[in-house]
């Protein structure tokens, strides 16, 4: 996995990242986006335009980024490798995400 998205993602969604990515694997959840682990190529491109700052390449994943690194796993091993996220609906969210609770 190369890029994570974390915390600050849930409840904000508004899709900027989705629009950078080149090869579409970033997915939709109802709570918050999760890119997927083999199909993000590594570019980079989405990680700037995040207006919340919720996007970070694995190497600099903080301590309170890797649950959700592991949630993002355990989601696409659920669902696989769809090649694409227009090619799927809403993904539903992993345990930790329905049950987050955001800091205000
Ligand atoms: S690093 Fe590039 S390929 Fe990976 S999710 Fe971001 S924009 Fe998409
Ligand atoms: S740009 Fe940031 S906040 Fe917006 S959907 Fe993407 S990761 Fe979430």
Do not use: N
């Amino acid at each position: 996995m190369s890029f994570v998205i974390g915390a600050p993602c849930v409840d904000v969604m508004d899709k900027s990242c989705i629009e950078e990515c080149p090869v579409d694997c970033i997915y939709e959840g109802s709570r918050m986006l999760y890119i997927h682990p083999t199909e993000c190529i590594d570019c980079g491109a989405c990680e700037p335009v995040c207006p919340v700052e919720a996007i970070r390449p694995m190497q600099r994943l903080a301590e309170e980024w890797k649950p959700f690194q592991e949630a993002s796993r355990e989601l696409f091993a659920r669902v696989g490798s769809p090649g694409g996220s227009t090619k799927v609906t809403t993904l539903e969210d992993p345990h930790l995400v329905t049950e987050f609770e955001k800091e205000d």
